[in-house]
Each structure stands twice: as C-alpha cells, then as structure tokens.
C-alpha cells in the first residue's frame, strides 16, 4: 500500500513538473527560512520565525488548556451539580463551536478593547532590557500581546473540551479496587487523586495528549486572521510581497509535516522509553 502511494505521488508531481507551465523559484526560498545576517550570525527568517511563534502559541494554548481540561474533568466527576452542569456546558460550548468563531469571541473580549494589554506591556519595558527579552522570547513582541493572549485564550478553551474527555475517560475506567483500598488507608478525596489516579491518568494517556498537542499546533492556524505573525500568515504575507506562491505555501506545507512528524516519534519514543 505504502508503495502504490508513493508512486502515485512520484507519478503526480512528474506530471506536475511536466505539465505544470511555471518557472519554479526555489532557490529563493531557503533565505526566508534561515539566513546569516551581516555578521555572519544565522538568524530565523520570516517562515522561520513564524513557525517559532507557532511553537510557542501552541506550547502556551496547550498548557492552560491541559490544565483547564483537567479541572474540568474533575468537576464533572465531582459531587456538586453546579460544578458538573457548569462544565458539561463549557465542554459543550467549546466542541459545537467552530475555533475561529471562538478565536473571534476571545478576541473582542480579551482584546485591548476590554483588557488593559498597552499597561502590562509598559509595566514589562519598565522592568528593563532582560524582562522585556525574556517575556518577548517566551510569548511575542509587547505589541502583540492584546492578540497574542485572545488567541491562547481561545486555543486553550477549545482544546480543554477535548483534554478534559480525555481524563474523564482515564478516571473513570481506574480500577475500583484502589479506590477502595486508597480510601481504607484514611486518604482523602484529594490525596487519592493526587497519590494514585492522576500519575495513572497521566501515563495511559500520554499518546492521546502527544496528538492533542499536535492537534493545536496544526490548528493554531486559524489565529492568522489576527495578522498574528505565525507561519501561515507569514507565509501568506510573503507570498504577497514576492509572489511565489507555489513555492511558499509548498514549504509551509512541509514545515507543519515535517515538525508535527518529528513530534510524533519523538512522543512514540518517550511512550516506549
């Protein structure tokens, strides 16, 4: 199967090749990935940066939202009805919502129009040279903060409705027997979870957080409508100012392959280890 598909690929972009009337521009496209500047230093170019910026809206979205799942998740197994009415409805919201209305929504409520964005970013620069590179490298320039953090806010949400299903399953299929055995002990609700269900959780659900992580950084996308420079604006805004547009989208496309691609060895490797 394996080799029928790739020779239908091979047989695909021969005739693309072939076929394809198009004076092919690559040799122009390594530079907006990685380039030396005047120095001789190598610096990220503009696809580069954008895929770094993808990182690390999706290393951001993918924290809160590991977090809020499992808050979530615990409040639906819990004992009040309003914590589990209250969940089941944010889980709700956010699966039956398209992502980018949600991201929208977060935008105008989270944006610089309700929260005070140009405050933090001026707090940061009073800090001095060191808090402001670090809150740039770890987030994005100060200036964009009023969308970067919508965004996250809107990631986060959205992937909590499926981490949060995700140990709720986990919790829920835990053998009743340590339950049982945690509660003669004289543990309380909270120890059991934190001493014995959570580390299990944890680890029987390592493969499906990996692909929810990978998930997120494939659906950061949708933040490119906020002209938040991460890859795919990038590369859209690229390809406006050069028009190569075959060759820009071609490389984005294996960008987003070939990191998600290596995520998933290196989390099949870390399963196995």
Known sequence: MLVFLAAALGWLAWRVLVDFKYDWQWADIP?????????GRFQLGTLGQGLALTLRLSVWASALGLALGLGLALARLGASLYLRLAARSLVELSRNIPPLVLLLVAFYFFGAQALPWPRLAAFIRDCGPGVQWLAEAATVRLG??????PA?????????AYFS??????????DRGQWEAA???GLSRLQQYRLIVLPQVFRKTAPQLAGQFISTLKESS???????AELTYSSMKLAA??????EIWLTAAAMYFIFNFLLSL????LERA
């Not at 530079?31 to 120095?39: E, K, T, W």
């Open 31 to 39: 530079q907006y990935i990685l380039h030396r500047d005047s120095g």
């Open 144 to 149: 964009d903060l009023d969308v970067f953090f």
């Open 152 to 160: 996250v806010a809107a990631l986060a949400i959205y992937e909590a």
């Open 165 to 174: 299903e995700i140990f709720r399953g986990a919790i829920q299929a835990a």
């Open 183 to 185: 509660w003669c002990l």
């Open 222 to 228: 949708v933040v490119s409508v906020l002209s938040l």
């Open 241 to 246: 100012t050069i028009h190569h547009l075959f």
């Open 266 to 269: 290196l989390f099949a490797r």
